[in-house]
T-cell receptor
Framework: DAKTTQPPSMDCAEGRAANLPCNHS???????VYWYRQIHSQGPQYIIH???NNETNEMASLIITEDRKSSTLILPHATLRDTAVYYC???????????FGAGTQVVVTP | EPEVTQTPSHQVTQMGQEVILRCVPI?????FYWYRQILGQKVEFLVS????????KSEIFDDQFSVERPDGSNFTLKIRSTKLEDSAMYFC?????????????????FGPGTRLTVT
């Protein structure tokens, strides 16, 4: 699976959009980009995933560049409850194994 | 909304003792996983389980570890002889396959975890 690179931390103001970048320059054509988050030692929570098209669900939007070497997770209106570590994972594993990195610690401030 | 549950929430055991961590998966899920997270470190994959057998395991998952679905509903992780370094948060996850027009992907849902403390 491709290695992903994320900034270690970022701050975001409550009510504003949070844009979380992820680099995956070695991603292969059949690898999906998954995003999970972990709120203070709770179990990781699935957010969204995509292959090459942009995706949106009730939690977030995922923008993947045309060359697929990077992506951005967008939380449209960040709330204090969105404070968490966000993980970007590239995976093609046929059994769904997830390889977590260090992620980005996002702190939403009032 | 269905969720994965885990028991106990906290387990304290002495080194060398056996522990069993339990998980109740989401009912229609067919893929099961255990992960662990040592305090302050990354979440690490341990094992995946499908169709009543292990489909993949990591180097961490040695002979001291085993998994099973004893009654078709619960999913358990057993550590036969615990070591101090087994102290961690253990997360169970269950997954479903999402099949679309051009893709098959996995969405995993994690339980709240069991904090294992080995003394």
């Amino acid at each position: 699976d491709a290695k992903t690179t994320q900034p270690p931390s970022m701050d975001c103001a409550e009510g504003r959009a949070a844009n979380l970048p992820c680099n995956h320059s070695t991603i292969s054509g059949n690898e999906y980009v998954y995003w999970y988050r972990q709120i203070h030692s709770q179990g990781p929570q699935y957010i969204i995933h995509g292959l090459k098209n942009n995706e949106t669900n009730e939690m977030a939007s995922l923008i993947i560049t045309e060359d697929r070497k990077s992506s951005t997770l967008i939380l449209p209106h960040a709330t204090l409850r969105d404070t968490a570590v966000y993980y970007c994972i590239a995976s093609t594993d046929s059994w769904g194994k997830l390889q977590f990195g260090a992620g980005t610690q996002v702190v939403v401030t009032p | 909304e269905p969720e994965v549950t885990q028991t106990p929430s906290h387990q304290v055991t002495q080194m060398g003792q056996e522990v069993i961590l339990r998980c109740v998966p989401i009912s229609n899920h067919l893929y099961f996983y255990w992960y662990r997270q040592i305090l302050g470190q990354k979440v690490e994959f341990l094992v995946s389980f499908y169709n009543n057998e292990i489909s993949e395991k990591s180097e961490i998952f040695d002979d001291q570890f085993s998994v099973e679905r004893p009654d078709g509903s619960n999913f358990t992780l057993k550590i036969r002889s615990t070591k101090l370094e087994d102290s961690a948060m253990y997360f169970c996850a269950t997954g479903e396959v999402v099949t679309g027009l051009d893709r098959t992907t996995y969405e995993q849902y994690f339980g709240p975890g069991t904090r294992l403390t080995v003394t």
